[in-house]
C-alpha cells in the first residue's frame, strides 16, 4: 500500500525568508503524481505545485518550488521570500498512475508565518 | 464561475443515526471525488465518482455510500454513524478522468459533521 509521511507537524518560518517542507512516500509504482496541497484556516485546499514521477526536472510555481528525489522517494517543499499568507496547513500528497483518482495524504505539515 | 458547493455546513447527528452529505461540482466537471478528514489529520479518500459511477472506493466500511447524479452533483451518504465519524468531508471536482491520469482537484469548504 502506498503511504505518504509528513515528519514535521509544524514549522515556522520569519516573514521573507525560506522554509523546506518535508514529505517521503512508499510505493512500488513506477508511474505516478505528487502533490502539495496548502490549507489555510477555515479556507478551501488548493493545489500549490505538482510534479509528475517521470519528470526529472523539479517543478517551480513562483515563489515555491520542490526537490524530487525519486530514488530515496522524498518530495520536499520549498518556500522563498515567505509571506503572511502562506500560513497554513500544507499537504503531500501522492496518486497513482493506475489507480486514477485516489489520492494518499499524509498528515500535514503547519506552517506559522512570524512577521 | 462558481466554485465546488457543499452542503450543509455543519451537521450535528447522535450515533446509529444516517446523514447525507451534498456537493455540487464546478460547471463541465464530471469527476467528483468525497475525503474525510478527521481533526488535526490528513485527507483520507472516500470515493471517486465520474459520469454517474462509482470507479473507485477508499478503505471505508460499506455503510458509506454515495452516487452521482445525470448533473454530477453527488450526494455522501453515512449509515449506522458511529463517533468516529466526526471530521470535515471534503468533496472536490475535476475534469474526467480516464483509467490512467491525472486532473486538478477543485475542493470545496467542506461538511462538519459532529457525531454525539
Known amino acids: 500500500a502506498q503511504t505518504v509521511t509528513q515528519s514535521q507537524p509544524e514549522m515556522s518560518v520569519q516573514e521573507a525568508e525560506t522554509v523546506t517542507l518535508s514529505c517521503t512516500y512508499d510505493?512500488?509504482?513506477?508511474?505516478?503524481?505528487l502533490f502539495w496541497y496548502k490549507q489555510p484556516p477555515s479556507r478551501q485546499m488548493i493545489l500549490v505545485i505538482r510534479q509528475e514521477a517521470y519528470k526529472q526536472q523539479n517543478a517551480t510555481e513562483n515563489r515555491f518550488s520542490v526537490n524530487f528525489q525519486k530514488a530515496a522517494k522524498s518530495f520536499s517543499l520549498k518556500i522563498s521570500d515567505s509571506q503572511l499568507g502562506d500560513a497554513a496547513m500544507y499537504f503531500c500528497a501522492y496518486i497513482a498512475n493506475t489507480n486514477a483518482g485516489k489520492s494518499t495524504f499524509g498528515d500535514g505539515t503547519t506552517l506559522t508565518v512570524k512577521p | 464561475e462558481a466554485g465546488v458547493t457543499q452542503s450543509p455546513t455543519h451537521l450535528i447527528k447522535t450515533r446509529g443515526q444516517q446523514v447525507t452529505l451534498r456537493c455540487s461540482p464546478i460547471s463541465g466537471h464530471t469527476s467528483v471525488y468525497w475525503y474525510q478528514q478527521a481533526l488535526g489529520l490528513g485527507l483520507q479518500f472516500l470515493l471517486w465518482y465520474d459520469e454517474g459511477e462509482e470507479r473507485n472506493r477508499g478503505n471505508f466500511p460499506p455503510r458509506f455510500s454515495g452516487r452521482q447524479f445525470p448533473n454530477y452533483s453527488s450526494e455522501l451518504n453515512v449509515n449506522a454513524l458511529e463517533l468516529e465519524d466526526s471530521a470535515l468531508y471534503l468533496c472536490?471536482?475535476?475534469?474526467?478522468?480516464?483509467?490512467?491520469?491525472?486532473?486538478?482537484?477543485?475542493f470545496g469548504p467542506g461538511t462538519r459533521l459532529t457525531v454525539l
Open positions: 472536490a471536482s475535476s475534469w474526467v478522468v480516464r483509467d490512467r491520469g491525472f486532473h486538478e482537484q477543485f
Open positions: 510505493t512500488s509504482e513506477s508511474d505516478y503524481y
